[in-house]
C-alpha cells in the first residue's frame, strides 16, 4: 500500500526502492510483480520490467495463480512488442 502512495504522489524512485524490497523478502507476493514491472516500464527501464515480469509470471505458476500469471504474460508480451 505504501508503494502505491509513493506512486500517487510521483515518488517514483521510492516506490521502486520499495516493491523490490518487497519482492526480496517475499517473493510470494505476485500482485506487486505487476506493479512492479509497470512502474518499471513508466520510468523507462524495459529490461529491468521484463526481469521482474518474467519472475511474477515464475511464482505465479508456482502458487497456481491462473489470473495473475496471465495478467502478468499479457503485460510482458505487450512490453516486448515495443
Known amino acids: ?6 506512486l500517487a504522489l510521483g515518488r517514483l524512485e521510492e516506490a521502486r526502492e520499495l516493491l ?8 510470494a507476493y505476485v500482485g506487486s510483480y505487476y506493479q512492479l514491472g509497470g512502474l518499471l516500464r ?7 520490467a521484463i526481469d ?9 505458476r508456482l502458487q497456481g495463480e491462473r489470473k495473475a500469471w496471465q495478467e502478468l504474460q ?4 505487450d512490453l516486448e512488442e515495443d
Open 42 to 48: 513508466q520510468m523507462g527501464e524495459r529490461e529491468r
Open 74 to 77: 499479457a503485460a510482458l508480451d
Open 1 to 6: 500500500a505504501l508503494g502505491m502512495e509513493y
Open 52 to 60: 521482474w515480469y518474467k519472475k511474477g509470471i515464475e511464482q505465479a
Open 20 to 27: 523490490e524490497e518487497l519482492l526480496r523478502k517475499d517473493p
